[in-house]
């Protein structure tokens, strides 16, 4: 039996309000501070996440423990925050700049600017360190440190021998396999002063140079990653059998398919720019990408740090999106409780997503770790 004009009408009213609805309500993220006062002074160790200072707040994390583990770049420490109690600890480093420790407690150890943690199956926690050119491992059983990659010089020299006695320039970001352990799967490791990105195989412990031979220049897309070049690798995300990588100095965003080798251009055309929400990913523009993370919907989120922004690429429409911030004016801090739209960041670096699609940053000059959720 046909419709009559009317049922027609509400039919298509209820269809345009449910799709609008829905369109507005996946982006509708609101935002909040869960560590930090927003001072940058040291004030102790321990204590109450939101009363408890933390300097430059870098990489952020969520651990096997299902805790929000947090690099302090200003009191060169690895920070904890307890989920459940909301109580903030030191779990690496002394809170002095220096590079020492190795073979004893991770808390008795001196660091230089770490800069991002990851943590294997084993619960084994892995730290880069920027200025002093190395990544350490953090025994989940022992809570000794050890360092795996670099020889704490910055230079370029060791592919193909031992990672510890090879060198790196300013390691910005690592990245792990899903298979890694101490001694089995991959360590990725964003060597932005070499222009390379490398890899350590956990289980020899020999080094090697997979992407990058040094010229800074965009990649190309289809090309082999390894022997050609890229331009200021600052962040990578490992997803089964894909690197992501989000390029600093080039304004864009990556893949690498662990498979073949090959680059594939994401989002970004490489200048720098804050448009193109709502459209194609390729066609937008950023400003100094310095984080990426993948959510359990297999989105990508990027942290657009000079853009103070946080973008969305919606990986099954290959479309962006601004889920918070609002661009290069918004810089200051603002906004918790409300749209993260709205909110105001201050040079914001990393950032992981958990579980339940809440996105995790680093407000950086901030010294505050935010969270934005989704409806």
């Not at 084994?124 to 000794?144: C, F, G, P, S, W």
């Not at 670099?150 to 090879?166: E, N």
């Not at 990986?315 to 909110?343: E, L």
């Amino acid at each position: 039996m046909s419709q009559s004009p009317i049922h027609i009408f509400a039919s298509l009213l209820a269809g345009m309000c449910l799709f609008t609805c829905d369109s507005l309500l996946a982006e509708s993220y609101t935002i909040k501070t869960v560590a930090g006062s927003g001072a940058g002074e040291n004030n102790g160790d321990e204590g109450p996440a939101l009363k408890t200072n933390i300097n430059q707040t870098f990489g952020v994390e969520v651990g096997p423990d299902g805790a929000i583990y947090i690099t302090e770049v200003g009191h060169h420490r690895v920070r904890r925050l307890d989920a459940k109690s909301g109580m903030l600890s030191t779990v690496a480093g002394t809170g002095e700049k220096g590079y020492s420790g190795d073979g004893g407690k991770a808390t008795a150890a001196a660091m230089n600017e770490p800069y991002e943690v990851r943590f294997d199956k084993g619960g084994n926690m892995y730290v880069v360190e920027m200025q002093n050119h190395i990544v350490r491992r953090m025994d989940a059983k022992t809570n000794k440190i050890t360092t795996i990659a670099g020889t704490g010089k910055a230079g370029y020299g060791g592919d193909g021998g031992p990672a510890t006695g090879a060198q790196f320039h300013r390691p910005h970001s690592i990245a792990l396999s899903a298979d890694a352990d101490s001694d089995s799967g991959y360590l990725y490791i964003a060597d932005i002063g070499n222009h390379r990105i490398r890899r350590v195989n956990l289980k020899t412990g020999i080094v090697e140079s997979i992407a990058g031979d040094g010229n800074k220049k965009l990649p190309i897309a289809g090309e082999a990653a390894s022997g050609n070049p890229v331009v200021g690798p600052r962040a990578l995300f490992v997803d089964g059998d894909t690197l992501w990588v989000a390029l600093r100095e080039g304004h864009s965003i990556w893949k690498i398919d662990l498979n073949d080798g090959t680059w594939q251009h994401v989002a970004g055309t490489g200048k720098k720019g804050f448009t193109g929400d709502g459209g194609p990913a390729k066609a937008a523009t950023f400003n100094g990408p310095k984080g990426i993370a993948v959510g359990p919907a297999g989105h990508v989120y990027v942290v657009d740090t000079e853009n103070q922004a946080i973008r969305k690429i919606n990986t099954k429409t290959n479309t962006i999106s601004t889920i918070a911030g609002y661009g290069p004016s918004a810089r200051g801090f603002g906004g918790d409780g409300a749209d993260a739209t709205k909110a105001k960041l201050d040079r914001p670096h990393g950032n992981c997503v958990d579980a339940q699609g809440n996105v995790y940053i680093g407000d950086t000059n901030n010294h505050r770790v935010r969270v934005i959720s989704p409806p």
